[in-house]
């Protein structure tokens, strides 16, 4: 029996030289594919979840880690490489069983349970591999390989560990910078709506009042009002690096219909250039968070509860994030329309937007070259923290409806299937989980055209307001056309 347990133990009693080259190298490869699985949706609360790293998805980031820090050290303790390995392993096939029979969100197959898996079995043939040198290696050559080594390490070990732990140390600021979630500020709505139409009409002048000398002229924010308090009030939310006059023609046609209209410039956005004679540079937005976007909402419709009986709310893109959140906290919204809200980045898979939401609220703002026309009265190109104010705003809205239904009464989200600034499937998939909280959300398509991202703005090329404006004015109305 002793003998028996003796020649157990023997087997876990391997050679450090045994976990180097082809045993390490898998279990690296193993182990970082454990711990990217983590941020794919059957691991995660949802593609565009703000706290990916939670649950199963934590516990399978957490195996990977182990096995990349146990193989960075094997030379310290090949019995630790060893436990920490096969418990990689096993673990990880156990979150691979419990992910395919039943995913949290479920809201499509996910990369991550095939990179999980795949990385169990490079994490497992490398336990197998350092066990299969330790049987054949002939004792011959292992004793040779052994003396070589033996001469050989007091030249190189000095210089191969401190390669080693700089690596170690860049690759964990890396992760750092990369997979750490950014925090998701807290959005609760702080309503403060106006009763009357002077007190409405006060609250636009107080909000405003920065803008004069500021803001280049075309993009001040906008009220159309017929001088009386309406049966309906429109608000309208323009897009990133956008300002009101993207919406100006739109705003005209609704208030020319009978209601009163309020387009407000959204926080940074507008301003003028130095001297005042065109519009600024987009690195204005570096400052825009999302707890400026949130307050900037919360001022909309403050504002909007005194113009009109009923409160319709319209929004492109980042506006329709801000359009989003609207219809999820604020209760005296009665339609929200949230046109190709900007809840991913576009042309890159939609799990990985919370990488790049890391990523932006780290480091300093960049500003990106422009993908699109020019536009007079718009920043020209994109900005890292504008993009980190949108995505950190649509996953608090993501987190909300994912646990509870719309304030709203009405929620339609518009989907562009020719959009090239936003993923139309996921879109659809974040509408439909939207929608099975038991809320009122629909999901309204329009038809492959060959519609831009920006369907508002008349000074885009290839506009087509002829179709787009009356659909949009129709489903503001709660028609479905």
């Known amino acids: 029996m002793i003998g028996s347990m003796s020649d157990r133990w023997r087997l876990l009693d391997l050679d450090v030289r045994?976990?180097?080259?082809?045993?390490?190298?898998?279990?690296?490869?193993?182990?970082?594919?454990?711990?990217?699985?983590a941020m794919f949706p059957w691991?995660?609360?949802?593609?565009i979840a703000s706290e990916p790293f939670s649950g199963r998805s934590l516990v399978a980031l957490?195996?990977?880690v182990a096995v990349i820090v146990a193989t960075a050290l094997a030379d310290r303790s090949t019995l630790t490489w060893q436990l920490v390995v096969a418990a990689g392993a096993l673990g990880g096939l156990a979150l691979v069983a419990a992910s395919v029979v039943a995913p949290p969100r479920a809201l499509s197959p996910s990369d991550g349970v095939a990179l999980a898996l795949v990385g169990c079995v490079l994490v497992g043939s490398a336990l197998c591999a350092a066990r299969w040198r330790c049987t054949w290696t002939p004792p011959s050559v292992a004793a040779r390989n052994g003396d070589e080594a033996e001469e050989q390490r007091p030249a190189r070990s000095t210089i191969r560990l401190t390669v080693r732990w700089i690596g170690v140390a860049v690759a964990v600021a890396i992760g750092a910078v990369v997979l750490w979630p950014a925090p998701t500020p807290d959005l609760d709505a702080a309503p403060?709506?106006?009763?009357?139409?002077?007190?409405?009409?006060?609250?636009?002048d107080e909000v405003t009042a920065d803008e004069q000398g500021v803001v280049w002229e075309p993009c001040e924010s906008q009220l159309l009002t017929h001088g009386e308090r309406t049966d309906v009030v429109v608000v309208l939310f323009h897009g990133l690096t956008n300002c009101p006059e993207q919406f100006v023609e739109f705003g005209t046609e609704l208030f020319e219909q009978g209601a009163n209209v309020l387009i407000l410039r959204a926080p940074e956005h507008g301003r003028a250039n130095a001297d005042g004679t065109a519009i600024g540079s987009v690195a204005n937005i570096d400052g825009l968070s999302a707890q400026a976007l949130r307050d900037y909402a919360d001022d909309a419709?403050?504002?909007?509860?005194?113009l009109g009986e009923e409160v319709r709310v319209l929004g492109l893109s980042m506006g329709g994030v801000v359009a989003s959140w609207t219809a999820?906290?604020?209760?005296?919204?009665?339609?929200?329309?949230?046109?190709?809200?900007?809840?991913?980045?576009?042309?890159?898979?939609?799990?990985?937007?919370?990488?790049?939401?890391n990523v932006f609220h780290k480091l300093p703002n960049v500003s990106l070259p422009s993908g699109g026309a020019t536009l007079d009265?718009?920043?020209?190109?994109?900005?890292?923290?504008?993009l980190g104010a949108t995505f950190a705003m649509a996953a608090y809205v993501a987190d909300s409806a994912y646990a509870d239904p719309p304030a709203a009464d009405d929620v339609i989200v518009v989907l562009n299937p020719d959009d090239n600034q936003v993923d139309p499937t996921h879109l659809a998939?974040?509408?439909d989980a939207w929608a099975s909280t038991g809320g009122p959300v629909s999901l309204h398509r329009f038809p492959a055209v060959g519609l831009r991202h920006d369907v508002i703005d008349l000074d885009q090329p290839e506009a087509q307001p002829e179709l787009v404006y009356p659909s949009l004015q129709a489903l503001l109305d709660g028609e479905r056309p």
């Open 192 to 204: 403060d709506p106006t009763a009357t139409y002077d007190e409405a009409i006060e609250r636009f």
């Open 429 to 431: 998939e974040f509408a």
């Open 18 to 37: 045994r976990t180097d080259g082809a045993p390490r190298r898998l279990a690296f490869v193993g182990g970082a594919l454990l711990a990217v699985s």
């Open 328 to 357: 999820q906290e604020r209760t005296d919204v009665d339609r929200v329309v949230a046109v190709a809200p900007a809840i991913n980045i576009p042309r890159v898979p939609a799990v990985l937007t919370h990488v790049f939401r």
């Open 301 to 306: 419709i403050d504002i909007a509860t005194g």
């Open 43 to 47: 691991f995660t609360a949802g593609a």
């Open 62 to 64: 957490l195996l990977g």
């Open 377 to 386: 009265h718009a920043y020209a190109g994109g900005t890292t923290k504008g």
